[in-house]
């Protein structure tokens, strides 16, 4: 699978399932930029690329601005010429709640980046794919989207929105060559997670069908699958990349 002269958008690049995401496509060939909020993790991202011979770039990217979504998609462009993928990962989890005594504040933020952000993002690559002979795409939505989880109202029905955003962007851009997926991750052992205390992580990877959670890299696997030729006639999927967690039943 080569991404070979393509260019790629990768959100929340920074990071976790964004970091390896950059990392993987830029190492099968394709041109990054890392887009985040975070600056010096960015930058550590596109120099880690270059150390290993890729091409990238780091631009700040709030994804909760329409304006940066938007300036993202033409500094890609005016870099290298243009633009053919896009990884939409960046997100944020919430406080844990309960429906009904969430902060105001709490829903605010998450639906900003994790939903409406999304939809800037789509919006920005969408009207450059227009212009072109298409592109792909591939939200990051969860598990958490799928069914409901205790404590994370808000960023499951942003992310429950994630999902319905791709279906809607698969079917309106079929004919315009633009292709839309999602991913839903289970639980992968990204850097908040790394950040737990042992004996929490051991209870969380004891709670996996597999005994164990997922790598970033295993996300950004399939994340890579989904915007390569190799899936060209995939659109509107909604990918579980869990080992098998949304088979069990609910605790
Ligand atoms: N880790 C998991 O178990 C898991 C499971 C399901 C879904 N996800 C989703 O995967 C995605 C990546 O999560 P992760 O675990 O790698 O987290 P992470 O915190 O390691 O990475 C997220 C990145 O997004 C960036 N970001 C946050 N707000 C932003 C904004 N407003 N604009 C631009 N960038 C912003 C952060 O700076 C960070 O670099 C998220 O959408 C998350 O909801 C994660």
Known sequence: MSFDGKVAIVTGGASGIGEATAKLLAERGARVLVADVSDAAGARVVSDIES?????????VDVSSRDDARKMVHHAIETWGDLHLAAN?????????RLHDMAESTWDLIMNIDLKGMWHCMAAEIEHFLSRDGGAIVNVASGAGMRATVGQPAYGIAKAGVIQMTRQGALEYAKDGIRVNSVAPGLIDTPAVKALPDNVRALYAAGQPGGRMGEPLEIAQTIAWLLSDEASFVSGLNHLTDGGWFQMSPA
């Open 52 to 60: 290993s011979g890729g091409s990238a770039r780091y631009l700040h």
């Open 89 to 97: 990962v960046a997100g944020i989890g919430q406080t844990p709640s």
